[in-house]
């Protein structure tokens, strides 16, 4: 969701990331009443030698509305992901049972490629999963439904909106 939306295909998706940074923020807050951690999981862009601020920065300089909507805070975990998921070939793996995770809220973009890599590669991984609907976008409706209907029917993936199910309802398993 920190990203500039200059890609193919970011016409179409941009304003339903932008919906979708509604719902997160939202989240956002619920985790912090909740006091638990907040991890993006965000692509490089390309810049191998950049750090998180420098990444932010040059978003948020392009007065991207996504990313000032989910702006990361100082207590966030940053992790950069070279492909489609967030395990693959990151720290995430290590970093989750370090923070005694069992739990995942996946939210983001694209709904039909990143937020479905990772939520396979959480699932492999035993993790309970709630990819809110609300909360993930892709370029077309059609794609965002599959990707959702992909991941509560093959992964057990709780996919009710963040308007129908709060953060805390979902970690006592009241879904």
Not at 56 to 73: D, F, Q, W, Y
Not at 84 to 96: E, H, I, Q, R
Not at 159 to 173: F, H, I, P, V
């Amino acid at each position: 969701m920190i990203n500039r939306f200059d890609f193919p295909g970011a016409p179409q998706l941009e304003p339903r990331a932008l919906e979708a940074a509604t719902a997160i923020g939202l989240l956002r807050r619920q985790f912090e009443a909740c006091a638990l951690p907040v991890i993006y999981v965000n692509d490089k862009f390309g810049q191998w030698h950049s750090e998180r601020a420098q990444i932010v920065h040059e978003v948020l300089e392009t007065g991207n509305s996504v990313a000032r909507a989910i702006k990361p805070s100082d207590g966030d975990f940053f992790v950069f992901k070279p492909q489609f998921s967030g395990f693959y070939a990151t720290n995430l793996p290590v970093l989750l049972p370090k923070l005694g995770v069992t739990k995942l809220v996946l939210t983001g973009v694209a709904a039909d490629i990143c937020v479905l890599f990772t939520a396979a590669d959480a699932h492999m991984r035993d993790y309970a999963l709630w990819v809110p609907a609300d909360a993930v976008a892709a370029e077309c409706a059609e794609r965002e439904r599959w990707a959702l209907e992909i991941m509560a029917n093959s992964m057990g993936a709780q996919t009710s909106a963040s308007t129908e199910l709060s953060l805390a309802d979902w970690l006592r398993g009241e879904t």
